[in-house]
């Protein structure tokens, strides 16, 4: 996957609204929040939202300490192509998760420091996800960190943590990820704003990069 233009993600969508604003922007990854938080939804809204949401466009699950059968029982309904987990999911858990679902796992690590990426990096997902840190939260909180601190690690990056239209393009030269994933920066008022993000995702494409 090395040279591969740069992705976008938009996390956290809740509405049928939501997802025509990604399919008409043509972001390539959506995420659905089953953890507890103020983009939570249940499996049965994810389900009408997938079949609202581009083929071209791949559904991102996103768990908290959720049990394997749980999230097993999500990715049997088709609802999703790609796990995320932001909790304290250790290798084993993600390699016996892979082994039953056969989807790509996306791991979240928070960025604290450079020793602690590596480290945490090594858990046998396929993506690893930066995301900043705020006690009590999983992402979405805008804020962000500091992006000199990450590592070369072998795993494609997908880079979160308060990107917004002013930030990202200094985020993407800094930490070149393979995909920069966004959430509270394409609101207003706490709900998806189309304007943002047809903004950010015209920047994105913009963008004159391939990650290495």
């Given amino acids: 996957m090395r040279g591969t233009s740069l992705k976008i993600k938009i996390?956290?969508?809740?509405?049928?609204?939501?997802?025509?604003?990604v399919n008409k922007a043509g972001v390539d990854f959506a995420g659905?929040?089953?953890?507890?938080?103020?983009?939570?939804?249940?499996p049965a809204q994810a389900a009408v939202l997938k079949k609202r949401l581009s083929p071209d466009i791949k559904s991102v699950g996103v768990f908290v300490d959720e049990s394997?059968?749980?999230?097993?029982k999500i990715c049997g309904s088709g609802i999703i192509d790609l796990?995320?987990?932001h909790g304290n999911e250790d290798s084993d858990f993600i390699k016996t998760l892979k082994k039953e679902t056969k989807l790509p796992v996306i791991k979240a690590i928070r960025g604290l420091s450079s020793e602690?990426?590596?480290?945490k990096a090594q858990n046998g997902a396929d993506f690893v996800l930066l995301d900043s840190f705020k006690e009590n939260s999983f992402g979405g909180t805008g804020c962000v960190f500091d992006w000199t601190l990450v590592p070369d690690i072998k795993q494609p990056v997908f880079l979160a943590g308060g990107l917004n239209i002013n930030n990202i393009e200094h985020a993407v030269d800094t930490v070149h990820p393979f995909c920069v994933d966004i959430s509270s920066g394409v609101e207003t008022d706490g709900f998806k704003d189309e304007k943002k993000i047809f903004e950010i995702t015209k920047l994105v494409r913009g963008l004159k990069y391939e990650y290495n």
């Fill in 11 to 21: 996390c956290g969508l809740r509405r049928e609204c939501d997802v025509d604003f």
């Fill in 83 to 85: 796990i995320q987990l």
């Fill in 116 to 119: 602690y990426i590596k480290e």
């Fill in 68 to 72: 394997i059968e749980n999230i097993k």
């Fill in 32 to 42: 659905f929040v089953f953890a507890k938080s103020k983009r939570q939804i249940t």
